[in-house]
């Protein structure tokens, strides 16, 4: 799992990079020399037989005139029981809403101390 999660870190990595240079019209030798590195440190990334750290793929991203920026996205579960409870809580005033919360907030505290 963990080796496969690498990989995946690695090839997306690889690939990121090799987008950018290829955008910026960058040869491997051209964005070195942009990032301060060595030519061999861009072909071994781009290759997948390195995974570089965050910030050394976001300055060889920014050398090649790409800004990183991470995001989190969750996303829609089709077909959850918690999508039907949606048009009840649209329903409630926001005095209602802070009451859900408010009960809410009570229950996980309550949970965690058990």
């Given amino acids: 799992m963990i080796a496969s ?3 995946l870190a690695m090839t997306t990595a690889a ?6 240079r290829a955008r910026a019209g960058l ?3 051209a964005l070195a020399r ?3 590195t060595a ?3 861009i072909a071994r990334i781009e290759r997948g037989q390195t995974s570089p750290t965050w910030e050394t793929l976001e300055r060889l991203l920014a050398a090649a005139g790409v800004a990183l920026r991470p995001e989190l996205e969750v996303p829609v579960v089709v077909g959850s ?3 039907q409870d949606v048009p009840r809580i649209l329903r409630l005033s926001p005095e209602q809403r802070l009451e859900e919360v ?3 907030t009570r229950f ?3 949970a965690r101390r058990v």
């Fill in 5 to 7: 999660l690498l990989s």
């Fill in 15 to 20: 690939t990121l990079l090799r987008q950018a």
């Fill in 27 to 29: 040869s491997q030798r």
């Fill in 34 to 36: 942009r990032a301060g």
């Fill in 39 to 41: 030519q061999s440190v």
């Fill in 81 to 83: 029981h918690m999508l």
């Fill in 102 to 104: 408010r009960n809410l």
């Fill in 108 to 110: 996980l505290y309550e």
